[in-house]
Every structure is written in C-alpha cells, then in structure tokens.
C-alpha cells in the first residue's frame, strides 16, 4: 500500500461501508426468519444438534455451569462448549431467553469477524468500499443450483457442499470459532502489514491478541481450532520464509510435512487421528526458527498464551482418552464416505478460486509478505485438511472445506482490496490478467449467488420452534424448577423440553456426550421411545417423572397397576382446542 486517502474525505463513505457490511450481515442470518417471530423460539434450520448444544447453554442460563451431560445432568462433557457457556451467561446476567441471547451473540460475533476483516482491508488498500467485501463474499454459492438443482451439493452419505451462509445461519459455536479465526488471522495480517507500521507494542499485542483467541478456540469448536491452527501456521511458516530467506528450512519443513501426509495413515493405526495432526504442526515448525529466532520474547509468549488459553480443553480431553472414555473413543473414530469429490469441489469453489489467483498473480514480486503468506496458508490449509481422510487425520473432511471456504470468503477479501488498489500500479501485462481476472471472478461470484434464494426459501421454510407459547408456559408450571429426571410426551422433543425447563430431561445426543449411564438411556434415543411406557426401563434410567400430552393422540398410555400414577396437570390451548399436560410419578421399584 502506498498510503490512505485523506481522513476526511474517506470518513463518511467509510462509515457508510462498515453500515452497510453488517446490513448485509443481518439480512442474511436473519432475514429467513424475520417475519416469523423469531424472537419466541429457536430456528428450526438442522435444529437436531443445535437444540442439543443450547442444552449446556440452558443449564447455564439456569444456574448449573458443572460439565455435565447437558440433559441427565450426570457423565462429563468432554465437548468444547465454551460458546454455549457464554450464551448461557449473557441469558443468565440479562435475562433473555436462551435462544435470544443465541442470536444476538451469533450476530455479534459474525459481524465484528465482518468489521476486522474489513478494517483489515480497508487499511491494505486505502479503499472506501473494502469493508462491504467480507459482507459481499458470504453470499457466494457454490453453483448447486446448476450441479444439484438445489442450494446445496450432496458430496455422499452425509457430506455436502453448500455457501458460506449455509454454515453460518445456525450461529453456533462452529460459527463462532470460524469468525474468531477470521479476527485471529486478521490481526495478524494488521501486524504485520508493510508500510506505516503500528507502534512496537501495538504490533505485539496484536500477535498475542490473536494468539490468546487460537488458543482460546479449543475450547469452542474443534474443527475451527484446527482450522485457526493450521491456517495460523502456515501464514507464520510462510512469512518467515519470505522474510528471511531461509529456504533450506523451507525444504526441511516441506520434507517433514511430505513425511506426515505420507505416513500418516500407518502412523495414525498407532497413534489415533488427532496426533497426526500434532505432527503435521511439527513438521510445520522447522520453517518458523528464523522468525522465533529473532522476536524470541514475543514467540515465547504468543505460545505460551496460545498453549494456556487452549490448555483446559486439550487438557481434559487427553486426560479423558488417557483413561479410555467411552464417549471420546466413540468420538475418534474414523469417519467414512465424507470426502470430497474433486469435480465438485472445485465447481464449488469456483469463485474464490479466481479471486485466489486474481491475488495471487496481483501480490507476484510486490514484497508483500504478509499478503502472499496468507494465500499460501489458506490454499495449503483447505487442500490438506478438506483431504484429511487421505493422510490419516479422517475427521469429516467436507466439514473441513466448508470452513476454510468460509475463512476464505472472508480474508481473501483483504488481499482482493490491495489488488483493486495497486491496478493503476501494475505494468501493462499484468493489469490486463489482473482486470480479465477479476471480470471473469465477478462473472462466476454473480452466477453462484443464484444458490442463495433457494437457501433463503429453505431456511425460511424451516421455521421457529417454538419455545414461548401456550404450551411451554404450560410446561413451566407444571415442572417449575425439577430437579428430577422428566421423560418428556412422545409428542414433545425432548430437546424442546429442555429448552423450555432446564431441569434433568431423560435424553442425550450420542454425538455431544454420554449420561453415566449410556445403555439405560439408548430407549430414548429411539424416535418413537414407545418402550418407555415399561415401568422398568423408566427405573433404570432413573426417571421420576414422565410427561403426557392430551393434544398427542399417540402419546404414552400406562396401566392401572399404581407402577406409573398421575401427579399433575395442566390445561393449555392447543390448535385443535383445550388441551392437558399430565406429570406421571414412576413408583420406586
């Protein structure tokens, strides 16, 4: 960058651009949903998992902040949930419902993601406008509509590949910690921008700032940890490179990672998964000496903070595997049929893939440094780790593409700026490629925005749960404050249920964590939980309370031989008229 345009000649337009990206960022992760009261419940959008994570969020809300299994209230929650505790927090001190405080943080936290990453642009190019990028490169699709005929693009079993908002709009912690890498890298790419530089001590709190928030994403997400991570080093390894010209370590290190990725799968039949990821950051290492070299006192600290601020989590986890917990072997096995197919990824990503190159060819023998290490970080980071069933790590690598796309989405906008910047600068050849280049990205981004109305159409239709109505109040005062296990109406989602009333509800979603317990609650892992009208399968589990819906014609019936007595009741109005909640007492055996 050659310099910033006048303060004050840019102040308004600016300010009007940081406007608009979060304009553009609330449209988008609300706007589905904002004419259907979606202040009452929780969206319905793949609602399975994330009604089970706002579990933890209730209990917090509630006052229990153990790490329990967030529905039995009984086991250990191995899962990182530092996202949901905080959610559960800002609903504790402010009184918000659990699913409010859910939304308002989620949009928080994208939309800072939205404004570093855009201050971080405007500051590399001087460009008004930069700021509404990182806005503009989250409604960037994937081309399913011409792929798949739909929003998305089924990638086998499971797997699929789908725009950034497809990821975003649950607003969970994945989306947290993607958008906390994002500010991460961000500052990163700030400190070590060329040109003016920040005082000394700026650019040093910058680099423990976004190593405090990479250490600190072990305990909100896994995958966006080993996102943030990897992307992290590799920018770092990069940089170091090119600042100091050490290539022989360069060597070493694309000869250790070379030796991982090789090896990886042996090395993995020993070792499990997630220490081959371990090494893969080792091998890394070698190309970063120069740089711990010669800012030893700041590298020490940025990872002795990275490693504090991730300790509790890896901590528990190790310690947990250590001593073979069910729930954790469970969790680290393989996953199969989740790869991603070749053609299709790269259709998908066809659009930050031009913008890649745009850069790519824009940043060639311009000394920037720090922006050439950030397209080498993010084109290693998302070949790797979305091919991580290749090489041994086998972690759902579809999940894996979809986070760097949207990590993607949002820092390759830095660059982008620069290169709008530096067009007038660059010699005739090169500004035609750069130009062309940019037409033909523009081309392809407005062509796969046309996924974006069947997602609206989709995520929309999907609706609000609803937690505030007739019935849950309903269910409040029926339960009040339990403190005794509850098996909810075969008609009520359990997960609703403790939405609703965070007391100890007979459930557990197998993919978080495990009650003490396991196999005397796999009955109610089943959909119809039909065999809980065994008294003896109700005591196994330890349940003192099962709840009955009159609305519900294929609910629950019990015998009159006293095992299972009504307790309570209380009426509410459902849609087809006056209806009864019953709370049944389970007798001891």
């Given at each position: 960058?050659?310099?910033?345009?006048?303060?004050?000649?840019?102040?308004?337009?600016?300010?009007?651009?940081?406007?608009?990206?979060?304009?553009?960022?609330?449209?988008?992760?609300?706007?589905?949903?904002?004419?259907?009261e979606w202040w009452r419940g929780f969206r319905g959008y793949f609602d399975n998992d994330q009604l089970s994570y706002a579990a933890i969020a209730s209990n917090v809300a509630g006052g229990a902040l153990d790490l329990v299994e967030p529905f039995t209230l009984t086991g250990t929650l191995y899962y990182?949930?530092?996202?949901?505790?905080?959610?559960?927090?800002?609903?504790?001190?402010?009184?918000?419902?659990?699913?409010?405080?859910?939304?308002?943080?989620?949009?928080?936290?994208?939309?800072?993601?939205?404004?570093?990453?855009?201050?971080?642009?405007?500051?590399?190019?001087?460009?008004?406008?930069?700021?509404?990028?990182?806005?503009?490169?989250?409604?960037?699709?994937?081309?399913?509509?011409?792929?798949?005929?739909?929003?998305?693009?089924?990638?086998?079993?499971?797997?699929?590949?789908?725009?950034?908002?497809?990821?975003?709009?649950?607003?969970?912690?994945?989306?947290?910690?993607?958008?906390?890498?994002?500010?991460?890298?961000?500052?990163?790419?700030?400190a070590t921008r060329p040109g003016p530089q920040p005082a000394p001590r700026l650019r040093a709190g910058m680099v423990l700032a976004a190593a405090a928030v990479l250490g600190l994403l072990a305990n909100v997400q896994t995958y966006s940890f080993?996102?943030?991570?990897?992307?992290?080093?590799?920018?770092?390894?990069?940089?170091?490179?090119?600042?100091?010209?050490?290539?022989?370590?360069?060597?070493?290190?694309?000869?250790?990672?070379?030796?991982?990725?090789?090896?990886?799968?042996?090395?993995?039949?020993?070792?499990?998964?997630?220490?081959?990821?371990?090494?893969?950051?080792?091998?890394?290492?070698?190309?970063?000496?120069?740089?711990?070299?010669?800012?030893?006192?700041?590298?020490?600290?940025?990872?002795?903070?990275?490693?504090?601020?991730?300790?509790?989590?890896?901590?528990?986890?190790?310690?947990?595997?250590?001593?073979?917990?069910?729930?954790?072997?469970?969790?680290?096995?393989?996953?199969?049929?989740?790869?991603?197919?070749?053609?299709?990824?790269?259709?998908?990503?066809?659009?930050?893939?031009?913008?890649?190159?745009?850069?790519?060819?824009?940043?060639?023998?311009?000394?920037?440094?720090?922006?050439?290490?950030?397209?080498?970080?993010?084109?290693?980071?998302?070949?790797?780790?979305?091919?991580?069933?290749?090489?041994?790590?086998?972690?759902?690598?579809?999940?894996?593409?979809?986070?760097?796309?949207?990590?993607?989405?949002?820092?390759?906008?830095?660059?982008?700026?620069?290169?709008?910047?530096?067009?007038?600068?660059?010699?005739?050849?090169?500004?035609?490629?750069?130009?062309?280049?940019?037409?033909?990205?523009?081309?392809?981004?407005?062509?796969?925005?046309?996924?974006?109305?069947?997602?609206?159409?989709?995520?929309?239709?999907?609706?609000?749960?609803?937690?505030?109505?007739?019935?849950?109040?309903?269910?409040?005062?029926?339960?009040?404050?339990?403190?005794?296990?509850?098996?909810?109406?075969?008609?009520?989602?359990?997960?609703?249920?403790?939405?609703?009333?965070?007391?100890?509800?007979?459930?557990?979603?197998?993919?978080?964590?495990?009650?003490?317990?396991?196999?005397?609650?796999?009955?109610?892992?089943?959909?119809?939980?039909?065999?809980?009208?065994?008294?003896?399968?109700?005591?196994?589990?330890?349940?003192?309370?099962?709840?009955?819906?009159?609305?519900?014609?294929?609910?629950?019936?019990?015998?009159?031989?006293?095992?299972?007595?009504?307790?309570?009741?209380?009426?509410?109005?459902?849609?087809?008229?006056?209806?009864?909640?019953?709370?049944?007492?389970?007798?001891?055996?």
């Amino acid at each position: 960058m050659n310099g910033i345009a006048s303060p004050s000649r840019t102040a308004i337009p600016l300010a009007l651009a940081f406007a608009l990206a979060q304009v553009v960022v609330a449209a988008l992760l609300l706007g589905p949903v904002w004419q259907q009261e979606w202040w009452r419940g929780f969206r319905g959008y793949f609602d399975n998992d994330q009604l089970s994570y706002a579990a933890i969020a209730s209990n917090v809300a509630g006052g229990a902040l153990d790490l329990v299994e967030p529905f039995t209230l009984t086991g250990t929650l191995y899962y990182p949930s530092l996202w949901y505790q905080a959610v559960g927090l800002i609903s504790l001190a402010t009184g918000l419902p659990v699913y409010v405080a859910w939304t308002a943080a989620g949009l928080l936290v994208v939309g800072m993601a939205v404004a570093i990453v855009g201050w971080a642009a405007y500051r590399y190019s001087g460009l008004w406008f930069a700021p509404v990028l990182p806005a503009a490169a989250l409604l960037t699709g994937t081309f399913s509509w011409s792929a798949a005929g739909d929003w998305f693009t089924p990638a086998g079993n499971h797997a699929v590949l789908w725009g950034p908002y497809g990821t975003l709009f649950t607003l969970n912690a994945e989306v947290a910690g993607l958008s906390l890498a994002a500010i991460a890298i961000s500052l990163l790419l700030l400190a070590t921008r060329p040109g003016p530089q920040p005082a000394p001590r700026l650019r040093a709190g910058m680099v423990l700032a976004a190593a405090a928030v990479l250490g600190l994403l072990a305990n909100v997400q896994t995958y966006s940890f080993f996102t943030g991570v990897l992307t992290a080093a590799v920018f770092t390894a990069a940089w170091s490179v090119q600042r100091y010209r050490s290539w022989p370590l360069l060597a070493a290190a694309m000869g250790a990672v070379c030796v991982v990725l090789l090896g990886g799968r042996a090395i993995a039949t020993v070792t499990g998964p997630l220490p081959v990821y371990a090494l893969l950051l080792l091998a890394i290492l070698p190309a970063t000496l120069p740089l711990i070299v010669r800012h030893s006192r700041l590298a020490v600290a940025a990872g002795v903070l990275a490693a504090a601020c991730a300790a509790p989590q890896v901590a528990r986890t190790v310690v947990g595997l250590a001593q073979g917990d069910p729930f954790l072997t469970y969790r680290q096995a393989s996953t199969e049929g989740l790869g991603v197919p070749l053609g299709p990824g790269l259709l998908a990503a066809l659009p930050l893939l031009l913008v890649g190159l745009v850069c790519a060819i824009a940043v060639r023998g311009r000394r920037q440094v720090a922006l050439a290490s950030l397209l080498t970080a993010l084109g290693a980071g998302w070949i790797v780790l979305a091919a991580n069933d290749r090489w041994g790590f086998d972690q759902e690598p579809y999940r894996f593409w979809l986070q760097f796309e949207v990590l993607s989405a949002l820092l390759l906008t830095v660059a982008l700026a620069w290169s709008l910047a530096e067009v007038k600068r660059m010699a005739i050849r090169r500004r035609v490629a750069v130009v062309a280049l940019v037409a033909a990205a523009v081309v392809a981004w407005s062509a796969s925005v046309a996924d974006l109305p069947a997602f609206w159409r989709f995520a929309g239709g999907e609706g609000i749960v609803v937690a505030d109505d007739d019935r849950a109040r309903a269910i409040r005062a029926l339960l009040g404050g339990h403190e005794e296990l509850v098996a909810s109406s075969q008609c009520l989602d359990p997960r609703l249920l403790k939405l609703v009333s965070p007391g100890p509800v007979a459930f557990y979603n197998a993919g978080l964590a495990w009650p003490q317990d396991e196999p005397a609650f796999r009955t109610f892992q089943d959909v119809e939980r039909r065999s809980t009208e065994r008294p003896d399968a109700l005591r196994a589990a330890g349940v003192v309370y099962v709840m009955t819906d009159s609305a519900c014609p294929s609910d629950w019936r019990f015998g009159n031989d006293q095992s299972v007595v009504a307790f309570a009741t209380e009426d509410y109005a459902a849609a087809g008229g006056p209806a009864r909640l019953t709370l049944w007492f389970v007798q001891p055996g």
